[in-house]
């Protein structure tokens, strides 16, 4: 039976680096390709091995898929395909093409620059690397060869995040990625059609959590920012992407409005840069309802928030500061930090993941003493606040995704098996499929029942109905004569006569004959007439005939009499049957049964 | 869901919250919950009440809600689900068996109880373990339960004040029985202290009993009311803290709103009262609940009437019926939801420790963690 393999790669249990080998109709297809950001040393790298001991993966993988430009997913992409060595194509939709080198690029230099690594990917294995990227538009079905093919759908959580659809010949695996499934602010929710794959991919990090309102995490962020500038603080917000930081600028403009404030807020001209290179990606990648409520506000054209200039970070008084780089690690948003960490009526609001190395792991992590350029120490006395506004699906939300995609089979990626057993229960149950939850390195079979397409000719079809009976039904199967012709890439049953003509071959038939003695010493016509009286009377519901050329036919069975040359009293029957007869259910009795009879 | 309708509303509503809840959390759950049991200082237990089957689900608290110091670096606001596990009807009743991992539920249909074992470290699947068969056979109103408050696992059940029993959990022997020849359906089972305990009814009577001896209950008939056929809802002041049973508080609750403080020694005199304007909007009040504060003296909180929580100060209450406002209202469920839909709250519990942390949930399926501000301290 034809099978579908899944197995997540790397060592460990534990969650934070994304890479899944998929074995499908014969292809090999690998799912993200992230880097581990807990560790420093060979554990961040998914586990190759298992493709192959040494040497490049060209050959072993079809193509390499990435779901969107998250680190944990990306973070080991030009490892994989510079230092270990892969040439084929790699898809990724166009946001995550355009974010993901500058992504890259940043988390090289951090590990690199500051941190000292040797055994990392350069800047110009990321230019290499991008270079093997093939883009992908969303529900546009893409041959990777004669008989692969993927599609993109739309799974929300950052700009540019795919689930991605997987088929060759009929089967066919979805991988999600990450996603969600309850409309964010200007990303929508993810969705996909009624394809009912034989397995549905997903992580399983947030499988048993009951998320909290995004509302709820929005008055958080409001009311930390209102609580600052009430008290005469400064907040600075270090933020990377787009969307997030367009997001919370709106938000806390139409705080300011409703509330009458007064108090500054300022965006980095570096932000305005950034913005309007991926504005345009923006536009054409969120959907029609959002488009249009977001773009109304064109961008960072606010009543309330205007650029930056560096000299304002030195004003007194409240004000809030929209700076880039996200995780502080250089650029404007450390030079405004580290004016402002001195003072504890200020803030610092980290909207999101920091890599190790960076300042913003550092006070993620509590750290209130830092060491800076120079032997200097600067001490971290303003608020830190960590707050994470990614939308991610729970458990509700992957009970909607597999109602969606009616897959035939579950698995979930990156859990421990026994503390998901009641999720396993609860989707076995409710959509009587089987959850599957592989370890890392652990291979799970699936066995496909891919239905396969044949058509049949109107004469093969007319000739079995005219047969009688009942017509066939997918419960009530039955058995047909013909011949299957397998021609280019299309399957056809047609009758033997039919595909004899096709193929200028001439219809041959066997002719099986058997002689029967017997002793009786009636005429030759008295035998043969005693015989088919016999017969008659045993072999009821047969078609039995007396022909006058002196044959017995039964069915197509034909029974011939003639005297021994030497004894009068020896008969001899001939049998003859085609070999076709056989099979249709009669028995072939045993010649001393009718030598009983006889005598 | 789309935002575009409630948004004004939510925004209003939300941005006055910035100053009247110092911590708010609002999840949604897939089944409503009429249920919130807490099975340690960082978990509760809720359960669907679909008529057939259903999920019971062991949910801990969003760690952010507890971290003092750096709570600053804590970005996790999610309920974790620790262990869930199927039922196989509506679960009206569920409470904890204190020392256990082991929670005791009814179906609202019957008198038969359900127990279940909650699971460990192990597996996160919550186990049905037994049952335990109610004194008398009911068909309707279901069984009120409460667990003996000391560690040995027993629990006291019943529908009615005529079918009360304490049985021992591992056994299933009845230990103690209610000898009383009335049949008033109750509305809630309560231990005061280990042995003495309130069998509630609806209509108004508190039967106070204890279960080493066997003599007859004293029974506290219901305050004079204005309203014909009043229903009445009872709690008693923290029963493991109370150390005198006869130093405990009650209040009793009707349904038209009026609350009644009384002395367990002397429950004949009212020790104070007031008309509360509960708004009720719905008719069907099977979910009203009426708590006293762990650790906020004085404070009760009441829900049921309509899709808010209101808490009270009872401490300000006098002797003459005197109509109080409530010291706060929490109105997140009415405002989440469409105008129309009829939202109500099914069930409150406050957090054991932290003076003003509720947890609260509603007929839509909404539970809200919240923690809110005292905005007449200081006065």
Redesign the interface.
């Known amino acids: 039976m034809p099978e579908i393999k899944v197995t997540p790669l790397g060592a460990g249990q534990d969650v934070g680096r994304s890479c899944i080998l998929v074995s499908i109709g014969g292809k090999n297809i690998m799912l993200d390709c992230g880097m581990h950001m807990g560790f420093n040393d060979d554990r961040r790298f998914p586990d190759f091995s298992y493709i192959t001991q040494n040497g490049r993966l060209t050959e072993f993988l079809d193509c390499v898929i990435i779901s969107h430009f998250h680190l944990d997913h990306c973070g080991a992409l030009p490892f994989m395909s510079e230092m270990v060595g892969y040439d084929g194509p790699i898809y990724m939709t166009h946001p995550t093409k355009a974010i993901c080198p500058i992504l890259l690029e940043d988390f090289r230099k951090i590990t690199v620059d500051k941190k000292g690594e040797t055994n990392f990917f350069t800047s110009q294995m990321i230019k290499d690397c991008m270079k093997k990227v093939v883009p992908l538009n969303l529900h546009q079905t893409v041959q990777v060869d004669d008989e692969l093919e993927i599609k993109a759908y739309y799974a929300g959580h950052v700009l540019g995040a795919a689930m991605v659809h997987i088929k060759v010949g009929s089967e066919s695996v979805v991988y999600t990625g990450d996603y969600n499934m ?2 964010d602010r200007h990303l929508g929710a993810a969705w996909i059609d009624k394809c009912r794959p034989d397995m549905l991919i997903s992580e399983s990090t ?1 499988a ?6 995004k ?6 962020f ?3 920012v ?1 609580e600052s500038i009430e008290r005469g603080g400064k907040v600075l917000i270090p933020v990377f992407a787009l969307g997030r930081a367009q997001e919370l600028c709106i938000l806390l403009e ?2 300011w409005e ?2 009458n404030l007064k108090a500054p807020i300022y965006f980095s001209t570096g932000l305005t840069e950034k913005a309007n290179h991926y504005y345009k990606l923006f536009i054409t990648w969120t959907n029609q309802k959002i488009r249009k409520t977001f773009v109304q506000r064109n961008m960072f054209e606010f009543k309330h928030i205007k650029p930056f200039d560096r000299s304002y970070a030195d004003n007194p008084g409240p004000m809030v500061v929209f700076a880039t780089p996200g995780m502080l690690h250089a650029g404007q948003s450390l030079q405004i930090f580290k004016k402002w960490a001195g003072n504890e009526k200020n803030m610092v609001i980290m909207p999101g993941y920091c890599v190790q190395g960076t300042i913003g792991h550092k006070i ?3 750290q209130r003493k830092l060491e800076m350029e120079g032997r200097a120490t600067l001490d971290v006395k303003l ?6 506004f990614s939308a991610h699906a ?3 939300g992957i ?1 909607q995704l597999i109602r969606m995609a009616e897959p035939r089979n579950m698995l979930l990626v990156h859990g421990e098996a ?6 396993k ?2 989707i076995e ?1 409710e959509f009587s499929i089987d959850c599957y939850m592989p370890a890392n390195g652990e291979t799970t079979t699936v066995t496909t029942n891919p239905s396969v397409p044949v058509d049949i000719s109107l004469n093969l079809l007319k000739r079995e109905m005219a047969l009688g009976g009942p017509l066939p039904d997918p419960k009530k199967p039955r058995a047909m004569h013909g011949t299957l012709i397998m021609k280019e890439n299309s399957l056809k049953l047609v009758s033997s006569e039919q595909a004899l003509k096709e193929l200028g071959l001439n219809e041959h038939q066997l002719r099986f004959t058997c002689r029967v003695q017997l002793q009786d010493p009636h005429s030759d016509n008295d035998t043969l007439h005693r015989i088919y009286t016999h017969l008659k009377s045993v072999l009821k519901g047969y078609t039995i005939q007396h022909l006058p050329d002196g044959t017995v036919m039964v069915e197509s069975i034909v029974i011939k009499v003639s005297s021994s040359a030497e004894d009068a009293n020896t008969k001899v029957l001939l049998l003859s049957w085609i070999y076709e007869s056989v099979y249709r259910s009669l028995r072939v009795w045993q010649p001393p049964t009718l030598d009983i009879f006889l005598r | 869901m789309d935002e575009p309708e409630c948004d004004d509303v939510l925004d209003d509503w939300f941005i006055e919250s910035l100053k009247t809840y110092k911590d708010l959390y609002v999840y949604q759950l897939e089944c409503p919950t009429k249920v919130i049991e807490w099975t340690s200082g960082r978990t509760v237990c809720v359960a669907g009440y679909g008529s057939s089957k259903n999920e019971i689900l062991e949910l801990r608290l969003p760690p952010k809600l507890f971290a003092n110091e750096n709570k600053g670096l804590c970005a996790e606001r999610d309920f974790k689900v620790v262990h869930g596990g199927f039922t196989d009807g509506p679960v009206h009743c569920l409470k904890h068996v204190p020392g256990t991992r082991c929670v005791v539920s009814n179906d609202g249909r019957s008198s038969e109880l359900q127990v279940w074992e909650l699971g460990g470290e192990d597996s996160d699947v919550i186990r049905r373990t037994g049952s335990v068969a109610g004194r008398s056979v009911v068909s309707e109103g279901g069984s009120r339960i409460a667990a003996r408050l000391s560690s040995q696992p027993q629990v006291l059940h019943g529908a009615r004040s005529g079918d009360v029993q304490l049985t021992e959990l591992t056994s299933g022997q009845p230990l103690y029985k209610l000898e009383t020849d009335s049949a008033d359906p109750l509305s809630s089972l309560q231990f005061v202290t280990d042995a003495v305990f309130l069998a509630c009814c609806c209509n108004g009577n508190v039967y106070i009993a204890d279960t080493r001896t066997a003599a007859a209950p004293q029974l506290s008939p219901p305050p004079v009311s204005s309203g014909e056929s009043v229903l009445w809802w009872t709690d008693a002041s923290s029963g493991s803290s109370c150390l005198d049973p006869t130093s405990c508080r009650i209040v009793r609750l009707s349904s038209s709103g009026q609350a009644v403080i009384s002395d367990l020694r002397n429950q004949r005199e009212a020790a104070s009262q007031a008309q509360l304007d509960v708004q009720s909007h719905h008719c069907n009040l099977d979910d009203v609940t009426v708590s006293w504060a762990p650790a906020l003296d004085g404070c009760i909180a009441v829900s049921g009437f309509s899709g808010a929580v209101q808490i009270y100060n009872t401490s300000v209450w006098r002797t003459e019926l005197q109509e109080a406002q409530p010291l706060f209202q929490h109105r997140g469920h009415t405002v989440s939801s469409q105008p129309d839909d009829g939202v109500f709250v099914t069930s409150h519990v406050w957090h054991p420790e932290r003076p003003r942390t509720l947890l609260s949930a509603a007929s839509d399926g909404s539970v809200h963690v919240w923690d809110w501000v005292d905005q007449s301290a200081g006065s």
């Open positions: 309850t409309p947030y048993t959590t009951i998320r909290d309102s509302r709820c995490r929005e008055r958080d409001l009311k930390k209102h139409t705080f409703r509330m993620l992590n509590g608020q830190v606040e960590y707050m994470s729970d458990a509700k009970m026994a503390k998901m057993e009641f999720l229960g609860k149950q």
